[in-house]
């Protein structure tokens, strides 16, 4: 029995891998998307965010279903639309097709995620074991992020640009016939009852939000649709709050919230996503773009951050439970904010080993924070609550992610498209080529090689240099949010838990 936990945990976590590896394997292949399919900038965030935006919007909704049906048969399904949509995704020849895919995807690994941590909750009921099995989880999680450039870049340099996408699928199909024979089903003997409002309270809610801040650039932070989007935004999100306190058979429990173990580890989640995956956002274009890496060379480059957190994640449960996690969670984040703190220092004269130390100080912070926040989560709960809880821990994570690249992406665009339209507005460029040099330094880049010597090395010099600057804004904005963040888990996240007792009855 005690080995076939183990094996069950193996499953989870390669498919955790596969989910985690999504969230960034496809940074380092947006170069080549430009080139391949000419998507924009703001067509680019979109082919990140759609995956994201999905993926966070119906997680709420698909714990719940878990817990209600049986939290294995909705990881089988998940499987299945994760491979589907990897599939579609690898085939697109346009950006919107590659959105829409993305947007596949993002439902199967809403189907798969939420189950991977709360049926490894239930199958690990001691809680010896159940941390150990949250810090391989935890760890899974980092390191799948951290690794997605690696492999992207590995596949991009010996395949086209779709091989990012198609390598999910025979490993979701070979983890779909490992899970029928050795993940155990469970589900909560009190399910409650369907909350329809609820679930598209909360999708309509982040989607506009997101839309919002991903478009802001563009359409400009003061036009109508921005501005009509944010509000409605507010307001969709504020009515899902007050239909959950209220009716009586919630899909959150806003009571969860009550607890200051379970809500300082669940803000701080999503601030840790929110660094790490808009840090790579940035780097993995900055790597190629400026410093002129290939995909696999840049993705190389990002290893140590890879290599730091496989090393340290495991010995980040060990230090909570010696110290605590209000200390090993502050003390990884503050080391997330000084390593994006010296990486928005970086100039039109920097090289790859001004980024070595960043890149090592996030790793450790990123792996000393992401296991003590989950088990902090999860050990706040009723095991029968598992599904919903391990979908708000979710949540948390992948609206974060959204947004690390929906924000960062905007400050750097903003800055870019202001430096730039100053260079543009002084030369005689067609309007259409106008568009593509604002639209992304990469089409600023394509632009300035087919341009005459002297304005195309004075387009591409100035493209570089409104694309760092646009960086160490986005950077700046990251570290500050970090650094803030750490405050508070010293304020609220309790040093030790009482679990799931903490709770008021409903």
Request: hydrophobic fraction near 55%.
């Amino acid at each position: 029995m005690t080995r076939r936990r183990w094996a069950t945990l193996a499953v989870l976590s390669v498919t955790l891998l596969l989910i985690s590896l999504d969230t960034t394997i496809l940074n380092v292949a947006l170069p080549s998307i430009v080139r391949g399919l000419g998507a924009s900038s703001s067509q680019l965030q979109w082919i990140v965010d759609a995956y994201a935006v999905v993926f966070a919007g119906l997680l709420l909704s698909v714990g719940a279903l878990g817990d209600r049906v049986g939290r294995k048969w909705i990881f089988l399904v998940g499987l299945l639309v994760f491979a589907g949509g990897s599939a579609l995704a690898a085939e697109s020849a346009s950006p919107d097709r590659l959105m829409l895919a993305r947007a596949v995807m993002g439902v199967g690994a809403a189907d798969l995620m939420p189950c991977t941590l709360s049926i490894l909750t239930n199958v690990f009921t001691e809680e010896k074991d159940r941390v150990r099995a949250i810090g391989i989880w935890s760890g899974t999680t980092g390191l799948g992020v951290a690794l997605g450039p690696i492999l992207g870049g590995f596949l991009l340099a010996h395949f086209w640009w779709g091989s990012v996408f198609f390598v999910n699928v025979p490993v979701a199909l070979l983890g779909l016939v490992a899970a029928i024979w050795l993940v155990p089903n469970s589900r909560n003997p009190r399910p409650r009852r369907p909350d329809p409002v609820g679930t598209a309270l909360s999708i309509f809610g982040l989607g506009l939000l997101l839309w919002g801040i991903i478009e802001a650039p563009g359409r400009g932070w003061t036009s109508a649709a921005i501005m009509a989007a944010l509000l409605a935004a507010g307001v969709v999100i504020t009515s899902f709050v007050i239909w959950e306190l209220h009716v009586d058979h919630p899909m959150l429990p806003l009571r969860f919230f009550t607890n200051r173990r379970y809500s300082a580890a669940i803000a701080a989640l999503a601030l840790v996503l929110f660094a790490l995956v808009g840090m790579f956002f940035l780097m993995t274009q900055y790597l190629q773009f400026a410093l002129g890496y290939s995909p696999l060379e840049a993705g190389l480059r990002i290893a140590p951050v890879a290599v730091v957190l496989l090393a340290v994640a495991p010995l980040s449960m060990v230090l909570a439970r010696r110290i605590g996690s209000k200390a090993v969670v502050s003390s990884g984040m503050i080391l997330i904010a000084i390593g994006l703190g010296i990486l928005s220092t970086t100039t039109v004269h920097g090289t790859y080993r001004d980024c070595v130390i960043p890149f090592i100080l996030l790793g450790i912070g990123v792996a000393l924070a992401l296991a003590p926040c989950t088990e902090s989560v999860m050990g706040s709960l009723p095991i029968e609550e598992a599904g919903v809880g391990s979908a708000t821990n979710d949540v948390s994570m992948q609206v974060g992610a959204a947004l690390g690249v929906g924000v960062l992406g905007t400050a750097l665009n903003l800055r870019y498209q202001h430096l730039m339209a100053q260079l543009v507005s002084s030369s005689r460029v067609p309007a259409n080529v106008q568009k593509v040099i604002e639209g992304s330094l990469g089409g600023a880049l394509g632009v300035a090689q087919r341009a005459p010597t002297k304005f195309g090395d004075l387009l591409a010099a100035v493209a570089r240099q409104a694309f760092i600057s646009g960086m160490d804004l986005a950077l700046i904005i990251s570290a500050v949010a970090v650094g803030v963040a750490a405050l508070v888990v010293l304020v609220l996240l309790p040093n030790r838990g009482t679990g799931p007792t903490d709770l008021p009855m409903s």
